[in-house]
């Protein structure tokens, strides 16, 4: 199918909003602080803050810039705030006030009228008339002016890049990572926003897609610092309908409680922290304003520094399970039933949060696995997966070298081990929510990885067989990328072998694109994993993640109208070309004279159209009315078909008989597995190389280093499939 990268907006469709707009704040903090913004109307939003340290701060943020929003919604970039006045009413709760030493305070970033990048603090309470928690604000930024006092330093209002405003805990301390007394809980609404004067407006891209087809998954760890109104705006504008997939994340759902021993961990009951809280409850609720069902992810995967020591998988060693990001997350061991217990609890936490708002109970278990490092070490070694995998458990160095029958029954068993954990999981949500779908995603590279043959023992357990889950969810992007579809293929028989879930019970997820720089050449194989799946008879495809999809302006566009005429009989012209026949190939070619009389020649074709005349080979009334007939069945020229040329048929040269090392078509990286079948003209470095898409079957050979190659298959348009990628 067909889709875009979109870098700008051009000439798509586009309105106007009020500069400020709630929707488009954006909040952000250090760990282990935790804050959200929601919109609670057209002019109003609020702020919920969770603080731990003395020093952490808060910021309540508006670009000038919006590099979050797909470049096809994303508003306008406009610095200039001169003779622009923002206003608003204030209400906080439990945080520091407006009239407090390093209350909320406006820091303004940009230039000063030399050009020279300035920082403004631009004190609120100085704006304000009411209560220290309870005020109407009012800032003109041609009349803005910074400090504790007024008269201040005026601020230049025509260069701002972005400007936020802090929300700390009364006692703040600049820098300070001393506990506070207690957790602070506080908010802020920020109410009546109202933009005048010269810069009030932006431009805002406003388009709406048509429904594609495919669906979109959300990650709150990406996109906690935006609104959830802001985030659902753009999964409709983008043509995605029906289904979000959204992943609750690792690192900013939990609320963080201090141990005894002075470490800041999750709370084993699995309580959700208010800004987290508040946030999956407007987003479920606008979900449902627009008729999206939302499969809510939880993993078994933690945020390292909030995760008890004894609920960490750990290597032989006793290395703990880490995984690759920076700062890392930890695998929680199935066998730790704390650690069991918490992600349950979590679990039940969100299923609440859709039952309040009205929307169907959909829970998907992500990815449950036991790490394995990149040495190749799987991590059954914490102190209770001994204990319950036998006691004196055979010691698997690298999973990556052949194992003994000890080491692969011990693999079993932590396969069923893991397998009894999610079906305890799947368990405490159908008695929660009787109506619930549990799904299971599954990552197919890592644990069908070729050079891990024995990995699928523990992590694609049999206990996982349907129907131990409602819906089976695939992801295989890593394959995807490396043309890796014999692996892809394989992976595909063996789950469907393994655990027998209907095409129309599995799911398909196709991404990601980690790396900005990647997007060109990784968006094209993510698109087509989208069209490949479909093919299958995959229904429910999604787009792994809205975060990467709006960086990159990724686009599906909607399916068009199928041709019903094919374009094609494969049929071949029913008389033999003879010696009187003419043929001819032809190139476009463009020629540039310059003044100097020399010139510039562009290739326009990259292959010959040919042309022949077949008159000479019609000899009697007979044929000529049988090539009418055919002609006419053609519809004309509406038609391809089949022809021989009599000049050059063959990969021997231009008639000989072929061989298997005629002509090279590729080489192996032990990965790919489709190969296309082509010839080359002339030598050297620049061949002219032409396809053959519609080759005579039977007269197909192949060869590896020059010996003849078995276990292929020939597709369609001269496609050459192997069973198992050639080796490098």
Partial sequence: MAFWLARERRDQESRFLQRFDPRFWTVDFPRPAMASVITTSPDSMRVDVELHHKGELVGLIWDSIDAIDHPLLAYETNRDYSNTILSFDWRSERLA???????????????????????????LWNYATGTNENASVTLPFSQLESGWTLPGEPINPADIDRM????????????????????????????????????????????RLPEHGEQIATAY????????????????????RNEVLHYVGMSHFPRLGYTDQGDLHVLEEGTICTPAAQWHRSF???????????????????????????????????????????PPSTLLSPANPDAMAWVQASALKFATFHQQENIPVRIQIGEPWWWVTPSGEICLYDDLARIALGGDLPVINDIRSPLAQDQRDL???????????????????????????????????????????????????????????????????????????????SAYSLVDQRLEYPVELTDYLA??????????????????????ARNRGIGRRFVWALPQVARDGYTRLAPTEENPMEAFDDVLYPFALGRNTSVAPEFSTAVAVTASGFENRNSLWSDARMHFDVGPGIRSEAELAELIAFFRARRGAAKGFRISDPFDHSSSGMTGTPTATDQWVGIGDGL????????????????????????????????????????WSLLPKGIVRFDVAPPS
């Fill in 411 to 489: 693999l079993d068993d932590a396969g069923s081990l893991l397998a009894q954990s999610t079906a305890e999981f799947t368990q405490v949500i159908r008695a929660h929510a009787p109506d619930a779908e549990v799904l299971l995603l599954a990552f197919t590279p890592t644990i069908l990885a070729d050079d891990m043959p024995d990995l699928y023992r523990a992590n694609l357990p049999d206990g996982w067989a349907y129907p131990a889950f409602d819906r089976l969810q695939l992801e295989d992007y890593d394959w995807l990328t490396a043309g890796a579809d014999a692996l892809r293929r």
């Fill in 97 to 123: 006030t407006l009239d407090q030493p390093n209350g909320p305070t406006l820091t303004i970033e940009g230039r000063d009228a030399a050009g020279q990048p300035r920082t403004w603090y631009v004190r």
């Fill in 672 to 711: 790919r597995s489709d190969f296309a079948l082509r010839k080359s003209y002339g030598s050297g470095d620049d061949p002219q190389q032409r396809p053959i898409t519609r080759p005579r079957n039977e007269t197909v050979l192949i060869s590896i280093d020059g010996a003849p190659a078995s276990g």
């Fill in 221 to 240: 760890d990406d996109q906690y610092n935006q609104s959830p109104s802001r985030i659902v705006r753009s999964i409709v504008g983008l043509g995605y």
């Fill in 284 to 326: 479920y609720d606008l979900c449902r304003k627009f008729e999206f069902e939302v499969i809510s992810s939880i993993s078994y995967e933690l945020f390292d520094d909030y995760c008890p020591e004894p609920w960490k998988q750990r290597t032989s060693s006793g290395e703990p399970a880490l995984t690759g990001w920076v």
């Fill in 164 to 207: 936020f405003i802090s929300l700390v805990a009364p006692g703040f301390e600049p820098g300070s990572e001393e506990p506070l007394d207690s957790r602070v809980a506080g908010y802020v609404r920020i109410s009546g926003i109202k933009c005048d004067g010269r810069h009030a407006m932006l431009e805002l891209g406003d388009v």
């Fill in 511 to 532: 991404g990601f694109v980690l790396d900005p720089t990647d997007a060109e050449d990784l968006w094209p194989f993510f698109d087509d994993g989208l069209d490949e």
